[in-house]
Protein backbone atom coordinates (compact mmCIF):
# COMPACT_ATOMS: atom_id res chain seq x y z
CA UNK A 1 0.00 0.00 0.00
CA UNK A 2 2.84 2.38 0.59
CA UNK A 3 2.93 2.78 -2.99
CA UNK A 4 -0.11 4.47 -3.70
CA UNK A 5 0.44 6.93 -1.41
CA UNK A 6 0.44 9.25 -4.19
CA UNK A 7 -2.45 8.39 -6.07
CA UNK A 8 -4.33 8.12 -2.64
CA UNK A 9 -3.51 12.22 -1.98
CA UNK A 10 -4.88 12.96 -5.19
CA UNK A 11 -8.31 11.22 -4.60
CA UNK A 12 -8.52 12.40 -1.33
CA UNK A 13 -7.45 16.14 -2.54
CA UNK A 14 -10.04 15.86 -5.34
CA UNK A 15 -12.43 14.66 -2.88
CA UNK A 16 -11.68 17.20 0.10
CA UNK A 17 -15.31 19.42 -0.60
CA UNK A 18 -17.58 16.51 -1.14
CA UNK A 19 -16.23 14.68 1.64
CA UNK A 20 -15.57 17.54 4.75
CA UNK A 21 -19.53 18.00 5.62
CA UNK A 22 -19.19 14.35 6.54
CA UNK A 23 -16.08 12.84 7.11
CA UNK A 24 -14.02 14.08 10.53
CA UNK A 25 -10.62 12.76 8.91
CA UNK A 26 -10.48 14.72 6.62
CA UNK A 27 -9.81 17.57 8.76
CA UNK A 28 -6.50 16.40 8.73
CA UNK A 29 -5.77 16.86 4.93
CA UNK A 30 -3.80 17.43 2.92
CA UNK A 31 -1.42 15.16 4.50
CA UNK A 32 2.76 15.32 3.93
CA UNK A 33 3.47 12.32 1.09
CA UNK A 34 6.08 10.94 3.90
CA UNK A 35 3.25 10.81 6.30
CA UNK A 36 0.31 9.07 3.77
CA UNK A 37 3.26 6.50 3.35
CA UNK A 38 3.60 6.50 6.52
CA UNK A 39 -0.09 5.71 7.28
CA UNK A 40 -0.04 3.31 4.54
CA UNK A 41 2.41 1.03 6.33
CA UNK A 42 0.52 1.48 9.47
CA UNK A 43 -2.57 0.38 8.65
CA UNK A 44 -0.69 -2.73 6.87
CA UNK A 45 0.64 -3.26 10.34
CA UNK A 46 -2.50 -3.48 12.42
CA UNK A 47 -4.69 -5.31 9.65
CA UNK A 48 -1.54 -7.94 10.22
CA UNK A 49 -1.76 -7.94 13.98
CA UNK A 50 -5.93 -8.62 13.89
CA UNK A 51 -6.46 -4.62 13.69
CA UNK A 52 -8.67 -2.46 11.58
CA UNK A 53 -8.61 -3.57 7.90
CA UNK A 54 -8.11 -0.76 5.00
CA UNK A 55 -8.75 -1.03 1.25
CA UNK A 56 -8.04 1.38 -1.43
CA UNK A 57 -11.20 0.76 -3.98
CA UNK A 58 -10.15 1.26 -7.71
CA UNK A 59 -11.50 1.70 -11.25
CA UNK A 60 -9.07 0.84 -13.34
CA UNK A 61 -5.85 2.67 -12.16
CA UNK A 62 -7.74 5.35 -10.39
CA UNK A 63 -8.40 5.75 -6.29
CA UNK A 64 -12.23 5.74 -6.41
CA UNK A 65 -12.32 5.90 -2.88
CA UNK A 66 -11.61 3.72 0.28
CA UNK A 67 -12.83 0.92 2.82
CA UNK A 68 -12.26 -0.60 5.44
CA UNK A 69 -13.57 -3.35 8.32
CA UNK A 70 -13.63 -1.10 11.97
CA UNK A 71 -13.41 -3.23 15.27
CA UNK A 72 -15.26 -0.76 17.47
CA UNK A 73 -18.00 -2.01 17.62
CA UNK A 74 -18.04 -5.18 19.68
CA UNK A 75 -15.40 -8.31 19.55
CA UNK A 76 -18.04 -10.31 17.20
CA UNK A 77 -18.97 -7.57 14.62
CA UNK A 78 -17.29 -5.00 12.68
CA UNK A 79 -18.18 -1.30 11.13
CA UNK A 80 -18.16 -1.17 7.52
CA UNK A 81 -16.66 2.33 6.70
CA UNK A 82 -15.98 3.97 3.06
CA UNK A 83 -16.07 6.85 1.66
CA UNK A 84 -16.34 7.34 -2.75
CA UNK A 85 -14.34 9.80 -5.02
CA UNK A 86 -17.04 12.78 -6.71
CA UNK A 87 -15.86 11.21 -9.98
CA UNK A 88 -17.07 7.86 -9.50
CA UNK A 89 -21.04 9.03 -7.07
CA UNK A 90 -23.95 7.46 -8.66
CA UNK A 91 -23.12 4.33 -10.17
CA UNK A 92 -23.82 1.63 -7.19
CA UNK A 93 -19.88 1.68 -6.40
CA UNK A 94 -20.55 2.02 -2.62
CA UNK A 95 -23.02 -0.54 -2.34
CA UNK A 96 -20.95 -2.59 -4.19
CA UNK A 97 -17.82 -2.14 -1.77
CA UNK A 98 -19.95 -2.21 1.08
CA UNK A 99 -20.99 -5.76 -0.53
CA UNK A 100 -17.16 -6.70 -0.61
CA UNK A 101 -16.77 -5.62 2.39
CA UNK A 102 -19.65 -7.86 4.14
CA UNK A 103 -18.70 -10.67 2.38
CA UNK A 104 -15.14 -10.29 4.08
CA UNK A 105 -15.92 -9.04 7.08
CA UNK A 106 -18.06 -12.58 7.05
CA UNK A 107 -15.56 -14.73 5.92
CA UNK A 108 -13.07 -13.93 9.52
CA UNK A 109 -13.75 -16.26 12.70
CA UNK A 110 -15.44 -15.14 15.02
CA UNK A 111 -17.65 -12.22 13.58
CA UNK A 112 -21.38 -12.29 13.21
CA UNK A 113 -22.24 -9.45 12.26
CA UNK A 114 -21.47 -6.31 10.05
CA UNK A 115 -23.01 -2.48 11.09
CA UNK A 116 -22.84 0.37 9.13
CA UNK A 117 -23.30 3.80 11.10
CA UNK A 118 -23.91 7.34 9.27
CA UNK A 119 -25.07 10.80 10.78
CA UNK A 120 -28.82 10.96 10.12
CA UNK A 121 -28.42 14.26 8.54
CA UNK A 122 -26.52 12.23 5.59
CA UNK A 123 -29.52 10.86 4.17
CA UNK A 124 -27.72 9.73 0.74
CA UNK A 125 -25.87 7.11 3.14
CA UNK A 126 -28.70 5.42 4.02
CA UNK A 127 -29.18 4.23 0.77
CA UNK A 128 -26.54 1.80 0.59
CA UNK A 129 -27.41 -0.36 3.76
CA UNK A 130 -31.40 -0.54 2.35
CA UNK A 131 -30.25 -1.73 -0.78
CA UNK A 132 -28.17 -4.60 0.98
CA UNK A 133 -31.26 -5.54 3.08
CA UNK A 134 -29.37 -4.40 6.44
CA UNK A 135 -32.04 -4.00 9.00
CA UNK A 136 -32.08 -0.57 10.68
CA UNK A 137 -31.35 -0.48 14.40
CA UNK A 138 -32.56 3.65 15.05
CA UNK A 139 -31.05 6.18 15.98
CA UNK A 140 -27.90 6.81 18.68
CA UNK A 141 -26.43 10.15 20.16
CA UNK A 142 -23.12 10.98 18.54
CA UNK A 143 -20.73 13.70 19.10
CA UNK A 144 -20.84 15.04 15.51
CA UNK A 145 -17.48 14.52 13.98
CA UNK A 146 -17.95 16.99 11.00
CA UNK A 147 -19.63 20.29 10.23
CA UNK A 148 -23.13 19.40 8.55
CA UNK A 149 -23.25 16.04 11.16
CA UNK A 150 -26.65 16.23 14.05
CA UNK A 151 -24.88 14.29 16.16
CA UNK A 152 -27.89 11.67 15.57
CA UNK A 153 -26.30 8.46 14.46
CA UNK A 154 -28.42 6.09 12.33
CA UNK A 155 -27.26 2.84 12.62
CA UNK A 156 -27.90 -0.73 10.33
CA UNK A 157 -27.02 -3.90 11.05
CA UNK A 158 -26.58 -7.04 9.10
CA UNK A 159 -26.38 -10.86 10.71
CA UNK A 160 -24.14 -13.51 9.50
CA UNK A 161 -26.80 -15.84 9.14
CA UNK A 162 -29.08 -13.28 7.24
CA UNK A 163 -26.23 -12.41 4.53
CA UNK A 164 -26.89 -13.39 1.01
CA UNK A 165 -25.26 -11.41 -1.44
CA UNK A 166 -27.53 -9.79 -4.03
CA UNK A 167 -26.94 -12.07 -7.32
CA UNK A 168 -26.57 -8.95 -9.10
CA UNK A 169 -23.36 -8.00 -7.29
CA UNK A 170 -20.21 -9.36 -9.43
Known amino acids: ?3 DAEALGRAVAESTDHLRPW ?8 LAIERRREMLAGW ?3 WAQGGDAI ?8 VAGG ?6 IAPDG ?4 YWIHPAFLRRGLATRVAERLAD ?3 TLPGITHVEIHHDKANRASAGV ?7 WLGEASDEPAAPAELGIEWRWRMDRGRWRRPPSAS
Open 1 to 3: MPD
Open 44 to 46: ERE
Open 129 to 135: PRRLGFE
Open 55 to 62: FGVFVGDR
Open 23 to 30: TGWIAEEP
Open 104 to 106: AAF
Open 78 to 81: LELG
Open 67 to 72: GGLHRR
